[in-house]
């Protein structure tokens, strides 16, 4: 009997210390990135105006609230488990990476179920804790809503396009696709060591920040999802608590058949991001790597020779 124990054991810690190991870490940074990503958006469309503490309607601020909470949200993750699966905690990321970075094929698949399985448990996890502000929040409305009609509460979870787009597919589409060329972009370059990249262990820092500057660019199109399991994730756990057809097919007054958008256009927008950074950035810098025998400048600095020639005929 010890015998079995031990054997399973073992095989229990050879599965954690290779794929295993990494889906457990992109199961729980996902995780985290849902947990304090929706918290915020909790905060800031039902904590603050049902505790009391706000009187008047969303605005700016509230927006500030949610940019911050989701930059926070990534950076934390990346943190938590970078040593363990590089963190990818997107599956448009996982997906650039397998194209463009040799990530194996074999693990985008594990990837991609370990971090819509996180995002469900976080989102999960937010739903148990705010569920009586979410409820008071739809009581409290006039007249009152029941959760099917309830788009703000949804978008604690779940991201739906703007007004302006109306019905159409190719605005929030585009939206979705550029947001996530940024990120992806962004991070092929704070982790090239050839490049400027940051030292100290910021990059995931940086990272953060850049989810930040997307929320603040961007956010407002289309809820700025930029990553598919942030999406799928909580929209499934609205389906299952009875927000019915927000959730699938991602049905609201001015749009229909949602659901696929902030999944198609994050991994669209991943390969374009990274493809871009690779061939106006990347393919520099290999170029440089194998002419070594060139003089090439310090990257932003003027040659010294040139420097010292300029000087001289200054003087002159």
Same mark, same amino acid.
């Given at each position: 009997?010890?015998?079995?124990?031990?054997?399973?054991?073992?095989?229990?810690? #050879?599965?954690?210390?290779?794929?295993?190991?990494?889906?457990?870490?992109? *199961?729980?940074?996902?995780?985290?990135?849902?947990?304090?990503?929706?918290?915020?958006?909790?905060?800031?469309? %039902?904590?603050?105006?049902?505790?009391? #503490?706000?009187?008047?309607?969303?605005?700016?601020?509230?927006?500030?609230?949610?940019?911050?909470?989701?930059?926070?949200? %990534?950076?934390?993750?990346?943190?938590?488990?970078?040593?363990?699966?590089?963190?990818?905690?997107?599956?448009?990321?996982?997906?650039?990476?397998? %194209? #463009?970075?040799?990530?194996?094929?074999?693990?985008?698949?594990? *990837?991609?179920?370990?971090?819509?399985?996180?995002?469900?448990?976080?989102?999960?996890?937010?739903?148990?804790?705010?569920?009586?502000?979410?409820?008071?929040? &739809?009581?409290?409305?006039?007249?009152?809503?029941?959760?099917?009609?309830?788009?703000?509460?949804?978008? /604690?979870?779940?991201? *739906?396009?703007?007004?302006?787009?109306?019905?159409?597919?190719?605005?929030?589409?585009?939206?979705? +696709?550029?947001?996530?060329?940024?990120?992806?972009?962004? +991070?092929?370059?704070?982790?090239?060591?050839?490049?400027?990249?940051?030292?100290?262990?910021?990059?995931?820092?940086? /990272?953060?920040?850049?989810?930040?500057? /997307?929320?603040?660019?961007?956010?407002?199109?289309?809820?700025?999802?930029?990553?598919?399991?942030?999406?799928?994730?909580? #929209?499934?756990?609205?389906?299952?608590?009875?927000?019915? &057809?927000?959730?699938?097919?991602? &049905?609201?007054?001015?749009?229909?058949?949602?659901?696929? /958008?902030?999944?198609?256009?994050?991994?669209?927008?991943?390969?374009?991001?990274?493809?871009?950074?690779?061939?106006?950035?990347?393919?520099?810098?290999?170029?440089?790597?194998?002419?070594?025998?060139?003089?090439?400048?310090?990257?932003?600095?003027?040659?010294?020779?040139?420097?010292?020639?300029?000087?001289?005929?200054?003087?002159?």
């Amino acid at each position: 009997m010890s015998e079995q124990i031990s054997q399973r054991s073992n095989a229990w810690s #050879r599965l954690r210390s290779n794929i295993g190991g990494e889906m457990l870490a992109e *199961f729980l940074g996902t995780a985290v990135i849902i947990l304090l990503g929706c918290g915020s958006v909790a905060v800031a469309v %039902v904590g603050l105006p049902g505790s009391g #503490r706000q009187s008047v309607d969303f605005g700016a601020s509230n927006w500030l609230i949610i940019a911050f909470g989701w930059g926070f949200a %990534v950076m934390f993750a990346v943190y938590m488990t970078a040593g363990v699966s590089g963190a990818h905690l997107n599956p448009a990321v996982t997906l650039a990476f397998a %194209v #463009r970075r040799k990530f194996a094929w074999a693990k985008v698949g594990p *990837f991609w179920l370990a971090q819509v399985l996180g995002a469900l448990a976080g989102a999960a996890v937010v739903y148990a804790v705010y569920h009586d502000a979410i409820d008071a929040f &739809n009581a409290a409305q006039n007249p009152p809503l029941s959760r099917p009609d309830s788009l703000g509460t949804f978008s /604690i979870f779940a991201t *739906f396009p703007a007004e302006y787009f109306g019905n159409g597919v190719w605005g929030p589409l585009l939206d979705q +696709i550029v947001g996530t060329a940024i990120l992806v972009g962004i +991070i092929a370059a704070l982790i090239d060591n050839r490049n400027n990249a940051p030292e100290s262990n910021l990059g995931p820092a940086l /990272i953060g920040f850049v989810v930040v500057g /997307i929320g603040l660019s961007f956010g407002t199109n289309a809820g700025y999802a930029i990553n598919p399991a942030r999406d799928f994730g909580p #929209r499934l756990l609205t389906l299952f608590e009875g927000w019915g &057809n927000k959730a699938f097919p991602g &049905n609201g007054d001015w749009f229909s058949n949602y659901w696929w /958008i902030p999944i198609v256009g994050p991994l669209v927008g991943g390969l374009v991001g990274i493809l871009i950074y690779d061939l106006l950035i990347g393919q520099v810098l290999t170029a440089r790597e194998k002419a070594p025998g060139e003089f090439l400048p310090e990257p932003g600095r003027v040659p010294a020779d040139q420097s010292a020639e300029s000087q001289r005929t200054s003087a002159e």
